[in-house]
T-cell receptor
Framework: GAVVSQHPSRVICKSGTSVKIECRSL??????MFWYRQFPKQSLMLMAT?????????EQGVEKDKFLINHASLTLSTLTVTSAHPEDSSFYIC????????????FGPGTRLTVL | GQQVMQIPQYQHVQEGEDFTTYCNSS?????IQWYKQRPGGHPVFLIQ?????EVKKQKRLTFQFGEAKKNSSLHITATQTTDVGTYFC???????????FGDGTTLTVKP
């Protein structure tokens, strides 16, 4: 099946620093990728939709200047958490939609971000 | 905005018992998808339903999409300990381009 990777899997950083998370579709092209945030024992909250070659579409309440998204190629999207604070600590999951396979999303393994 | 409600939030069953989780949308959906997330893992795609009244089966799992395309269910027959995890539905409104996830139903199975 389709594989999506995320890097890093875990990151611990100091408050005020920026962290970049990569999401790659390994065996398919993805014109659309999604970034989610998941708190413990809660559902997935969509943060933004990343479209290759264009600006991301952010959900209401998500600060686009704080969560920078770049989707420069058909297989890579990045999420940069700028000036991270402890409240940004969370599990960030990306998903990718196979351009040739309808609306099915394939999820990456997630990145656990801890901001000290 | 679109809301997707999922019940129950938690379900504890004895191994061998059946399990059902329900998903209800406030608006008509173009499709609905089901995912399973094991503890500590990421969501894994199970199935997608598109047609009104559609029923699909995967071994012991039966998925249904309501006639009005506003509700769906996942039924597991004779649960096993390997079925533990959180089951999420995700509904997509026509032309929305994105899905809204339900809050999930966490299943625990006592051996």
């Amino acid at each position: 099946g389709a594989v999506v990777s995320q890097h890093p899997s875990r990151v611990i950083c100091k408050s005020g620093t920026s962290v970049k998370i990569e999401c790659r579709s390994l065996d398919f092209q993805a014109t659309t990728m999604f970034w989610y945030r998941q708190f413990p024992k809660q559902s997935l909250m969509l943060m933004a939709t990343s479209n290759e070659g264009s600006k991301a579409t952010y959900e209401q309440g998500v600060e686009k200047d704080k969560f920078l998204i770049n989707h420069a190629s058909l297989t890579l999207s990045t999420l940069t958490v700028t000036s991270a604070h402890p409240e940004d600590s969370s599990f960030y999951i990306c998903s990718a939609r196979d351009s040739l396979a309808g609306v099915t999303q394939y999820f990456g393994p997630g990145t656990r971000l801890t901001v000290l | 905005g679109q809301q997707v409600m999922q019940i129950p939030q938690y379900q504890h069953v004895q191994e061998g018992e059946d399990f059902t989780t329900y998903c209800n949308s406030s608006t008509t959906l173009s499709n609905i998808q089901w995912y399973k997330q094991r503890p500590g893992g990421h969501p894994v795609f199970l199935i997608q339903l598109v047609k009104s009244g559609e029923v699909k089966k995967q071994k012991r799992l039966t998925f249904q999409f309501g006639e009005a395309k506003k509700n769906s269910s996942l039924h597991i027959t004779a649960t096993q300990t390997t079925d533990v995890g959180t089951y999420f539905c995700a509904g997509m409104v026509t032309n929305a381009g994105k899905s809204t996830f339900g809050d999930g139903t966490t299943l625990t199975v006592k051996p």
